[in-house]
């Protein structure tokens, strides 16, 4: 019984030992386990500060973008303003030199109605008083000042059509300009 004993002894001894072998394996692997999830937790940790960092920079970039476009929408708009005044403006100067033109060609115009009938009347003052040569050689100096003075009103009328061209070509340079 004794010997009985003595091997019950070292069953149980033997059994104790290899649960101890089992245990200190199961710490280890447990160890090794703790520091596998340690090394995870510092990873995630690690990537989760380097996604808000990104994140951060990401807001700042926006907010600055958001700032960008504000200002843009801005000068955008002060830009339509001005394209505003300065079209307000050349409609203004269209107006002013179509009246301007118009008044002078109506001055051109009449004064040559005037010159056409000083001519009418000098020709049928010439038809009727064909005979009397002081009278023609008076009618004739007559024809000549309306002459200059018609020649004086063609000049005057090519400089205005000059001047309106001008004015035309610096309406178009200016509308160009302000595209």
């Not at 447990?30 to 807001?59: F, G, M, N, P």
């Not at 926006?62 to 300065?86: F, I, M, P, W």
């Not at 301007?100 to 004064?111: G, K, L, R, Y």
């Amino acid at each position: 019984e004794a010997q009985a004993l003595a091997r019950e002894r070292d069953c149980e001894a033997e059994a104790a030992q290899i649960a101890r072998g089992v245990l200190q394996a199961e710490q280890r692997a447990a160890q090794s386990r703790r520091e596998q999830l340690a090394v995870e937790i510092r990873s995630q940790v690690s990537k989760t500060e380097a996604l808000e960092d990104e994140h951060r920079a990401l807001e700042g970039r926006a907010r600055g973008l958001q700032h960008e476009l504000s200002r843009a929408t801005y000068n955008v708009g002060q830009r339509d303003q001005e394209v505003k005044v300065k079209n307000s403006e050349l409609h203004e100067v269209r107006q002013s030199i179509a009246t301007c033109i118009q008044e002078e060609m109506d001055a051109v115009n009449a004064e040559l109605k005037e010159q056409c009938g000083r001519v009418q009347r000098v020709e049928g003052s010439v038809r009727l008083s064909r005979d009397l040569g002081q009278k023609v050689q008076a009618l004739r100096n007559m024809v000549r000042e309306s002459t200059g003075a018609l020649n004086q009103l063609c000049g005057v009328l090519e400089q205005e059509r000059a001047q309106r061209e001008r004015c035309s070509q610096g309406l178009r340079q200016q509308r160009v300009r302000t595209e």
